[in-house]
């Protein structure tokens, strides 16, 4: 049509309006009521305003929905990972109780999934944690050795499939034994001969089991997603990246691995995290073309005050992130950052140099006001009520802290009142504060 750009001739704002229109205007949902239709796109207006760091009519507000949603609805986190049957209840009542601008599926695993391939990653009530339990651990390991770097750059599929997986699923443990699978081109009788292999008969049998107890899961998280968006409740989560350094350091290396690599060998630790960059970009574009949102979530780890000195920050975490946070933006994405733990002074004004109104950072406990004074001509923010302010204060000590972030985060808009982390368990009344707050104090 004449006049229309080419999507590589747009600018990243002009991509970013076309991915906007997509979320604030979906074409193929049946509203529950002509209301939910009217509040679905003042809800998405109001974040979008607010990620590009105009005025809104009052500050968004976000509660991230983690096991507190089994918990609001009189369930344990372990009922809702064995039995898919009591999600959509939860999920309905998570709706109707907190009246939130944007809302997305529950993330709840199939817990009987991971047995029956025996996921040894993680930890969750009734399997290595108590019933009781209330979040999934994290089993961190070395998933990558030392010096197997250049096997994982030279073919990830392999490194995947023959290595990592076999690591990280006990059921898929037989692949460790296989031959790289290119040496099987053009010699099928050799897959077959594989397949005959008693271990292999297992691990079909394991797959073929697992993959009937994961359509019964993926079916009602459908369902979910379904009612949170007729319901009135625009997406948040369009796609899924994590900064080339936590993808080392969470799912490769480890935190040890991954130390002794910034000392031991640092080239090569930079070299593949040139490599994860590029291959992470792809995947984050791809979630978000197939989605509504354009937002990538992105759960950010060992970059903070904690976990490295400034100095490796510039040169191990940020260069490369920047690369990843950059390559989204062109593609009209919002990178939306969950910055776990603290950043100081410089770490905040490292962060600072990417365009105006590109991305949002969520901030766990950094300091909201400063954030606001060195990122509030750069970017939107969001946060910071924390899990331990929701578990030990009162609804009134809640409400007076929002109100304080809402009138000092919230000048001139590019401000979203959220969690600084997900919940499991604390007072309803604390999490109806933080809306109370939105709309009470919020309104601009």
């Excluded at 394991?206 to 625009?234: D, F, H, T």
């Excluded at 490292?350 to 060195?374: G, H, N, Q, Y």
């Amino acid at each position: 049509m004449e006049g229309v750009k080419n999507w590589s001739e747009m600018t990243w704002q002009e991509k970013r309006e076309e991915r906007f229109k997509k979320w604030l205007s979906p074409t193929d949902v049946k509203w529950s009521s002509p209301k939910a239709a009217k509040t679905y796109k003042a809800r998405a207006t109001r974040m979008m305003k607010a990620i590009k760091m105009e005025v809104p009519d009052r500050v968004p507000v976000h509660i991230t929905g983690g096991s507190i949603v089994a918990y609001n609805a009189g369930y344990t986190l372990k009922d809702v990972l064995y039995d898919p049957s009591k999600i959509m209840p939860a999920w309905s009542k998570w709706l109707k109780d907190y009246d939130q601008d944007s809302n997305d599926a529950p993330m709840f695993f199939s817990a009987k999934v991971y047995e029956i391939l025996d996921y040894k990653v993680n930890k969750w009530p009734g399997h290595g944690l108590p019933d009781s339990a209330t979040l999934q651990n994290f089993v961190e390991k070395e998933y990558m050795q030392a010096n197997e770097y250049d096997l994982f750059m030279k073919d990830p599929f392999d490194f995947g499939l023959r290595y990592f997986t076999p690591r990280t699923w006990g059921a898929f443990e037989p692949l460790a034994n296989i031959p790289p699978f290119a040496s099987y081109q053009g010699l099928p009788q050799q897959l077959m001969m594989m397949c005959q292999d008693p271990a292999f008969q297992k691990l079909f049998k394991a797959v073929n089991e697992a993959a009937r107890e994961q359509a019964k899961y993926q079916k009602v998280m459908g369902e979910c997603s379904k009612l949170s968006i007729e319901s009135g409740y625009p997406p948040l989560m369009g796609g899924m990246m994590l900064a080339p350094f936590d993808t080392v350091a969470d799912m490769l290396r480890g935190t040890h691995g991954s130390v002794m690599d910034m000392y031991r060998q640092p080239e090569k630790l930079l070299e593949s995290l040139e490599y994860i960059a590029d291959q992470s970009l792809k995947s984050a574009v791809g979630m978000v073309n197939m989605a509504r949102s354009p937002i990538v979530f992105v759960p950010m780890h060992k970059g903070d005050d904690s976990f490295m000195s400034v100095k490796q920050f510039e040169k191990f975490y940020w260069p490369t992130f920047r690369k990843l946070l950059l390559g989204c933006i062109n593609e009209g994405c919002v990178p939306m950052m969950v910055i776990d733990g603290s950043y100081n002074e410089a770490r905040l004004k490292i962060i600072s140099e990417l365009p105006r109104s590109s991305v949002v950072w969520t901030m766990e406990k950094t300091d909201m006001f400063k954030a606001k004074k060195i990122l509030g001509n750069s970017a939107c923010i969001a946060g910071n009520v924390t899990a331990a302010q929701l578990y030990m204060q009162t609804p009134p000590v809640i409400k007076e802290y929002c109100r304080k972030l809402i009138e000092v985060c919230g000048v001139g808009g590019g401000y979203i009142l959220s969690l600084g982390s997900g919940i499991d368990k604390c007072n309803p009344a604390n999490l109806h504060a933080i809306i109370e707050a939105a709309e009470e104090y919020g309104v601009y």
